[in-house]
């Protein structure tokens, strides 16, 4: 039950927003251009990221840090520094162009701040759209998490420091796959971390009751399920399977059962053209009604109007 590579698998950059900033003291930057993910990482300095909501998270040379949106955030040197300049998915390097403008000297590509030298460099690499990046995902993630490099040891780094200033033909596809090569190897180390953030999909191990129960919904949700079917399947009582897969996950089976349903039929809402019905089917509920009333009753709408809302994003705006 390999759920992480089930959840990335459809994680595809497209135009990403890849950028290095170089600052002078002191310095601080507000990013508000909605993505759903970005990745940073200081290739030179120390820096802090302070989210909306929340404490300031310190960023190190090595260390890779993924935001999760749409909510802006600050990076900077010193927490108590205000924001100088906002990025922004429109405009990336405001400042910049602005002194291009008045004659002064042209960076590198995809350069923000002019000379190559500073008190620190900041790599950014931005996701545009929601497309291929699954809710079931994105509720797995807190709203700021750092990997250091020591945790995650990211052997590519250098490579991608190295291509973002490059301008070459395919320059923005090989990005792409580098960005989301970061991210699934930064995610991984994040989910392995002994402090336990992984969620439960991830953490549970495969050959455990609560783990083969588990195996069981995932690889086939739209089966009739029930407690005592899965008791079954696995070999033990139908009380037993509850108290331990309640103990060890947080809630009964058959809530997580539907909580899962909901956040796949939602996956396939955003990301794929297949009717509600079909979807309805798809996760295990046996008419469009049915999976309308449970997904109006857990997500606030119905599967229509949440894919109507969804719309921008699945064309990568």
Known sequence: MDTLTDLLDGVHARAALVHR?????????????GAPLTLLTMLDGQGWIIPADGGALAIGPGDIAVVRGPASYTVAEDPATPPRHAITSASYCAATARTIENGGAVPAPRTCGVGESGSAVLLSGAYQGRA???????????????????????????VVAAEVVRDRPGQQAVLNRLL??????????????????APVWYRVKDDSVVGAALRLMHGDPA??????????????????LARRFT??????????????????????????????????????????????????????ATPSRYRAATLPDRRGG
């Open 132 to 158: 291929g990046i699954s809710d079931r995902l994105l509720n797995a993630l807190p709203d700021v998490l750092v990997v250091t490099d020591d945790e995650c040891c990211f052997p590519l780094l250098g």
């Open 247 to 300: 103990a060890e996950v947080g809630e009964p089976p058959i809530t997580y059962l539907s909580n899962w349903r909901i956040a796949l039929a939602a996956d396939l809402l955003r990301n794929t053209d297949a009717t509600v019905g079909s979807i309805a089917h798809k996760v295990g509920y046996s008419s469009t009604f049915a999976l309308s009333v449970a997904f109006k009753r857990r997500l606030g």
């Open 223 to 240: 089966l009739p399920w029930t407690v005592e079917s899965l008791a079954a399947e696995v070999g033990v009582s139908r009380a037993a």
């Open 21 to 33: 900033s170089i600052m002078t003291s002191p310095w601080s930057l507000r990013f508000a251009s």
């Open 180 to 197: 989301d090569l970061m991210l699934v190897t930064t995610l991984r180390a994040w989910f392995d971390r002994p402090q336990r953030h």
